[in-house]
């Protein structure tokens, strides 16, 4: 699944144990469905070595988060409770064309956006 929105906020990166980290952002976008009337914020996590890859992107700007819906049950003092999450695998940055800029991200070079255009 994908969503595109701005991005609204970042978290710090949470420390759960020795062994896994975590971190969530939040975007705010527009609705599609209800004629994009009304601003939706929708919270992401990332996980691991993946909490960094937000840092590349500043608050404002326009992303593309590629995620994958995330549910589990657990039992606490003999009731059922059910959680969901929203796992961000990707976020891409939106490029903007402007005055003849390459506006296909993967035409850019990670480093410095400087030109890399494929060679036949």
Known sequence: MELTGKLYSVGNINNVSVTFRKRSFVIEYRNPTDGAKWRQYAQFELTQ???????KHQ???DITITFEIKGNKYDRDGEERI????HAMKIEGAVKDIGGAISDPRLLDDDMGVPNIPRA
Do not use: N, P, Y
Not at 49 to 54: H, N, S
Not at 83 to 86: A, G, Y
């Open 59 to 61: 608050i404002g700007d």
């Open 49 to 55: 070595a993946d909490v960094l890859e937000i840092d």
């Open 83 to 86: 959680f969901t999450s929203l």
